[in-house]
Nanobody, 125 residues
């Protein structure tokens, strides 16, 4: 059974940093890309960033570009989201998701095959 587990969330003041981790496991786990999404109360889930596993290409939403950085450890099936200069508007539940085919990678949550349970990020002003 495929499982994604996020960790690293917490509460920080504006301007602070957090590093989120996404650990994937399961014999059937295969991913072409891993994406991070976030959802604030009363809002739709929005795409934040994604990384293509084989080549390491990364893409970011305009709202986080220059502040968030993706990295990975392929051998460990780990993906990290370094979040710097956090702002109150970054407050949300953050989810990692994996897509098993290239055509599924993108900004649409419904196209991803596997999801974690989420980790809360709270940024105070």
């Amino acid at each position: 059974q495929v499982q994604l587990v996020e960790s690293g969330g917490g509460s920080v003041q504006a301007g602070g940093s957090l590093r989120l981790s996404c650990a994937a496991s399961g014999h059937e786990y295969r991913s072409v890309c891993v994406g991070w999404f976030r959802q604030a109360p009363g809002k739709e889930r929005e795409w934040v960033a994604r990384i293509y596993i084989n080549f390491g290409n990364t893409y970011y939403a305009d709202s986080v570009k220059g502040r968030f950085t993706l990295s990975q450890e392929q051998a460990k099936n780990m993906v990290y989201l370094q979040m710097d200069n956090l702002k109150p508007e970054d407050t949300a539940m953050y989810y990692c998701a994996a897509a098993a085919a290239l055509s599924l990678c993108g900004t649409t949550p419904g196209r991803y095959n596997y999801w974690g349970q989420g980790t809360q990020v709270t940024v105070s002003s």
